[in-house]
């Protein structure tokens, strides 16, 4: 898998430092949202039967669709998105939130895009989505 998988025991704030820490390795912050980018390209397609309005994230300029669930209080969730850049960036913040404890998933707001230093070279409009992305994962997360 092109994102770091997690042991269910890290808490949000250590799986946040640990996916900085992959990336900032990459001193120039261009490049590191280009890896960001690669990493999603390595995805496998969602599944057809999530790619409906249902799973579809309100707000995003790019179609997101994202779906989840909760099983033994542990986070799981399926997405894509038409846009690559849109991809990475909902990409890391799947993987930060996949096999999280779902009750600290509701509550945590991440900073991941700040502290690897990428929001200079992402739109507002996106900002925003991404924002509505997370919500969304929260959203499943509150549902367990």
Not at 55 to 82: E, N
Request: aromatic share 8%; charged share 20%.
């Amino acid at each position: 898998m092109p994102f770091p998988a997690f042991a269910t025991i890290d808490s949000l704030i250590d799986r946040e430092s640990k996916l900085v820490t992959r990336y900032e390795i990459i001193p120039d912050p261009r490049e590191r949202l280009a890896a960001v980018v690669a990493d999603a390209g390595k995805l496998p397609p969602l599944d057809a039967k999530y790619q409906t309005p249902e799973y579809l994230v309100q707000g995003c300029v790019s179609q997101v669709w994202l779906a989840g669930s909760v099983a033994d209080g542990a986070c799981h969730y399926h997405f894509d998105a038409d846009s690559p850049l849109v991809k990475g960036l909902a990409g890391i913040h799947v993987a930060l939130f996949e096999n999280a404890n779902s009750n600290e998933a509701t509550s945590f707001e991440p900073n991941l895009v700040e502290r690897l230093g990428l929001s200079n070279f992402i739109t507002p409009t996106r900002l925003n989505g991404l924002a509505n992305v997370i919500h969304s994962l929260q959203k499943i997360a509150a549902s367990g």
